[in-house]
């Protein structure tokens, strides 16, 4: 391995590093009729809480949410070149839509993140999202594992973020 990371601390940053390459995730759901994949514009908190906004009433991801809150999810640059060392997070984990108890973090989570997605109409108050009638909401997906891939840093191998660095960001 070019590079051992240590501790806690140096997961955290590799992970999050790795996180913000792109603002793009592709998420694996399930279905009645099978696997589906999206590609979503995304954010994350400091405890890695990833954040999605879509629309419930049309999309197809967003249904199988409802049905079944096992999910994956895949985050890379896409602008990598085919000669470059490609480098990447996976995550699997459970996913929600986002209620009134949690929709102020993910608002400011997401468009912190996305800020030329803010909607500029007051309507769109952050109390909103979390409402059935509202057209667009969160999902919140909290990892139960985050998985690195670094050609560089782990010779071409992914390797399993431990579970206490995971565990120390929640705390």
């Given at each position: ?77 896409s ?58 909401r ?34």
């Open positions: 391995m070019a590079h051992e990371l240590k501790n806690i601390e140096e997961w955290t940053q590799f992970a999050k590093e790795k996180l913000d390459a792109s603002q793009f995730l592709s998420l694996a759901t399930q279905g009645p009729e099978g696997p589906w994949v999206c590609p979503l514009y995304f954010a994350y908190d400091k405890h890695f809480n990833l954040y999605v906004l879509s629309q419930p009433a049309t999309s197809l991801h967003m249904q199988h949410v409802a049905e079944n809150s096992a999910v994956a999810c895949a985050v890379y640059d602008r990598q070149a085919p000669s470059s060392k490609v480098a990447g997070v996976q995550i699997k984990g459970k996913a929600h839509l986002v209620g009134a108890d949690e929709v102020r973090q993910a608002f400011d989570t997401y468009f912190a993140a996305t800020p030329a997605r803010t909607p500029a109409a007051a309507a769109y108050r952050p109390e909103a999202y979390a409402e059935d009638t509202c057209i667009w969160f999902v919140k997906i909290v990892p139960e594992e985050i998985w690195v891939f670094s050609e560089e840093d782990f010779e071409g191998s992914r390797v399993r973020m431990p579970h206490e660095a995971l565990d120390a960001a929640r705390s």
